[in-house]
């Protein structure tokens, strides 16, 4: 049964900095990899998507990397802004059961930015 | 190109009552899924629906149904409504298989 784990749970760092959040699946067969973001009391916004073929993915101040095989992905965020402050999740979808969208969610990482 | 769209935004309702929940996906695309998230649960999967089949079913009463439209649309249903299940509703919509997963903004479901 796949399994995703966030660290750390909760972030707090002042404006500016550069940071890293992590990402663990415990099957590796995955497809896919994809980070969202979540402000309070909304939906997901899909930030990035990496492909398993794929080691690494930007967009704008942020960067995802993908190791399958140590079941890990990290996404960094380069100066952050206090406009960066939600909740992280990473996804990924059900390796086995044959074909499906459904997605596997890890318990996010709350980031807070400080002016 | 309108994202995914759900309707209504928020919902009362009391224990007992019944409830349908709706959601557009992108134009185009032919997968819905659906999530619940609950502040001590997380996202949990409720059920994915793809050209109008419904593929996979996560681990939830039979209270909760749904079906999807040859346009694509997709509705969810809640009968006997309890507290517990007030939530937030997400659905997700894709192109196909092992694509990207676009959200909708929810629908804030409160049964008082």
């Known amino acids: 049964k796949q399994e995703v784990t966030q660290i750390p749970a909760a972030l707090s760092v002042p404006e500016g900095e550069n940071l890293v959040l992590n990402c663990s699946f415990t099957?590796?067969?995955?497809?896919?990899l994809q980070w969202f973001r979540q402000d309070p009391g909304k939906g997901l916004t899909s930030l990035l998507l990496?492909?398993?073929?794929?080691r690494e993915q930007t967009s704008g101040r942020l960067n995802a990397s993908l190791d399958k095989s140590s079941g890990r992905s990290t996404l960094y965020i380069a100066a952050s802004q206090p406009g960066d402050s939600a909740t992280y999740l990473c996804?990924?979808?059900?390796?086995?059961?044959?074909?499906?969208?459904?997605?596997?969610f890890g318990t996010g990482t709350l980031l807070a930015v400080q002016p | 190109k309108a994202g995914v769209t759900q309707t209504p935004r928020y919902l009362i309702k009391t224990r007992g009552q019944q409830v349908t929940l709706s959601c557009s996906p992108i134009?185009?695309?032919?997968?819905v899924s659906w999530y619940q998230q609950t502040p001590g649960q997380g996202l949990q999967f409720l059920f994915e629906?793809?050209?109008?089949?419904?593929?996979n079913k996560g681990n939830f009463p039979g209270r909760f149904s749904g079906r999807q439209f040859s346009n694509s649309r997709s509705e969810m249903n809640v009968s006997t409504l309890e507290l517990g299940d007030s939530a937030l509703y997400l659905c997700?919509?894709?192109?196909?298989?092992?694509?990207?997963?676009?959200f909708g903004p929810g629908t804030r479901l409160t049964v008082l």
């Open positions: 997700a919509s894709s192109f196909t298989d092992s694509d990207e997963q676009f």
């Open positions: 099957d590796s067969a995955i497809y896919n």
């Open positions: 990496i492909q398993s073929s794929q």
């Open positions: 996804a990924v979808p059900q390796p086995y059961g044959g074909a499906t969208n459904k997605l596997i």
């Open positions: 134009s185009g695309h032919r997968s």
């Open positions: 629906y793809f050209s109008e089949t419904q593929r």
